[in-house]
C-alpha cells in the first residue's frame, strides 16, 4: 500500500517554531538541495551516488562561512524531501522547490546537477526565487574532478554574484581557498554523509576519523565528530 504523502500545508503547520524563528532572523535564508547526477561515466558508482549528498553538504558548508546568509540544516530540509517523496526524484522543478523552500523558511534555493565523463567534471547550479518560483541565475563551474573541492568553493562563490546577496568577505575568501582538500577527501566525507543519514553511526564516524586524520585541512569532519559525539 503506497504511504500517503502529507501536503506541504501540514508540514508548513508542523514547522510554525522553525518559520517563526526565520521570520526573525532578518538574514536571507538558503537552502540547497541534493545534487542530481546529470549522467557520470568513469567513476566508482558509490562515489557517484554519495556525491549528490556530499556536494549539498559542502556547498552548504561554503554558503555558511558567509554570516550574512541564514542557512537551512540539510536535515531539516532532508525530512521534507524524503517525506514527499522527493529526496531521490532527481533534479526538482523550479516550482517545486520553492514551495519546499517556503516550507523551511528560505528566500533562496539552491539546486543542480554533477556530471563526470572520465574524470571531466562540471557542476551546474540554479538559484530559485521562493517568493516568485523565478530562477534567477544558472551557474556553471567545469574542471578536472581531481579539483572537486576547488569546484564547490568556486560555484558557493557564484550563487552569490548578481543575485543581490552579500558576498564572503576577503580575508575568509582567501583563507577558504587556501585549504587543500583532494577529491579523495571530499568523496570520503559523502559517503560518511550518507551513513549517517542511513542512521550507520559507527560506519559514519569511522569515515569521519580517516578523513580528520588524514587531511586536516578538512575541518567538516571534525565539526561532524563532534556533532555525533554530542548527540551522544
Known sequence: MRRRLLPLAV?????????????????????????ANGGSFGANREDLE??????????LTELSQNKALRIVERSQL???????QL?????????????????VGARYVVTG??????????????????????????????????????LLFDLAAKITDDVDLPPLPASVREERREREIPTEAV???SRAQVYQDAGR????????????????????????????????
Open 11 to 35: 508540514w508548513f503547520t508542523a514547522l510554525v517554531p522553525s518559520a517563526l524563528a526565520a521570520q526573525a532572523d532578518s538574514r536571507p535564508g538558503i537552502a540547497v538541495f541534493p545534487f
Open 50 to 59: 554519495a556525491l549528490s549528498i556530499g556536494i549539498q553538504q559542502m556547498l
Open 78 to 84: 532532508r525530512a521534507l524531501l524524503e517525506e514527499q
Open 87 to 103: 529526496a531521490t526524484a532527481g533534479q526538482v522543478d523550479a516550482q517545486t522547490a520553492a514551495r519546499v523552500g517556503k516550507v
Open 113 to 150: 546537477v554533477f556530471i563526470d565523463l572520465n574524470g571531466n567534471f562540471r557542476l551546474d547550479g540554479r538559484i530559485v526565487d521562493v517568493e516568485t518560483s523565478e530562477i534567477l541565475k544558472t551557474a556553471q563551474v567545469r574542471d578536472r574532478r581531481d579539483n572537486l573541492y576547488e
Open 187 to 189: 568523496t570520503l566525507f
Open 201 to 232: 553511526k559507527e560506519r559514519a564516524v569511522e569515515l569521519y576519523r580517516q578523513i580528520a586524520e588524514r587531511f586536516p585541512q578538512m575541518t567538516e569532519a571534525r565539526e561532524a565528530l563532534r556533532q555525533l559525539s554530542s548527540e551522544g
